[in-house]
């Protein structure tokens, strides 16, 4: 469940190093990215954010809060969903920004 699979845009670049890992952990670091990014994009405030990520990341939210189709039949928001749960597996904020953090932890 890559984000990159949709165009999240999100873990297009892979360094030099990476390339040389294993499947798994490619993977693994490319989740990782994409949470960082959704983190990053439920927590920032700023509309003109250079960080290359937070747009298109704020987009995927957004969509998913509108969105008339939903998981697990809308493809974005499964993924984002997905992405949520890896999120809040390991997440220890009380009021975390990020979608469905809370009620998966629950």
Excluded: W
């Excluded at 999100?10 to 990782?32: C, F, G, H, M, Y």
């Excluded at 990520?53 to 189709?69: L, R």
Aim: hydrophobic share 30%.
């Amino acid at each position: 469940h890559e984000m990159e699979q949709l165009g999240f845009g999100v873990t297009d670049q892979k360094s030099a190093e990476e390339k040389n890992l294993s499947p798994q952990e490619q993977k693994r670091r490319s989740i990782q990215r994409c949470i960082a990014a959704l983190v990053h994009a439920c927590e920032c405030v700023d509309h003109s954010c250079p960080e290359p990520s937070c747009a298109k990341m704020k987009g995927v939210v957004i969509h998913a809060k509108s969105c008339p189709i939903k998981a697990p039949r809308c493809n974005i928001c499964k993924q984002l969903v997905a992405l949520c749960c890896y999120h809040a597996k390991h997440c220890v904020v009380q009021h975390c920004p990020v979608p469905f953090c809370h009620g998966i932890k629950t």
